[in-house]
């Protein structure tokens, strides 16, 4: 019973001695504190610094996918332009070619009937 007093004493002084008190810390462990705090900061601010950058590079990024983007919709309009202009062209090509082709092939319709007059169509009644 007497070691059970002697262990409980020596527990208690040593639990409220005033490096177990709640405003003092052992310098040792102050000063590791200290040594934690300021490498956490650091690292706080290597990861800010990391982000900044991350975020410069984005906006750069959009600024020259937007440039692209924009360069590439203003080719494309020119081209589109382009070629409403050409298929205009081309089917007015179309059309003169067509007409003359039809001009021909009267012609030649004719050219055949006057030959051989029983080409012509039979006249309704």
């Not at 040594?35 to 900044?52: C, F, N, T």
């Not at 082709?101 to 004719?110: F, K, P, S, V």
């Not at 050219?111 to 051989?116: C, K, L, M, N, V």
């Amino acid at each position: 019973m007497a070691s059970r007093l002697l262990m409980t004493v020596l527990l208690s002084a040593f639990l409220l001695s005033p490096a177990f008190a709640e405003d003092e810390v052992i310098p040792s462990e102050q000063e590791s504190m200290s040594e934690q705090d300021g490498a956490e900061a650091e690292r706080v601010r290597s990861w800010e610094e990391r982000m900044a950058e991350a975020g410069r590079q984005a906006d750069q990024l959009s600024r020259e996918t937007r440039e692209r983007l924009d360069r590439a919709w203003s080719e494309t309009q020119i081209e589109l332009e382009r070629l409403r202009g050409a298929s205009e062209e081309q089917l007015e090509r179309a059309r003169t070619g067509l007409a003359g082709a039809m001009d021909r092939l009267e012609r030649a319709w004719r050219a055949a009937t006057e030959e051989q007059p029983e080409l012509e169509p039979e006249a309704e009644e």
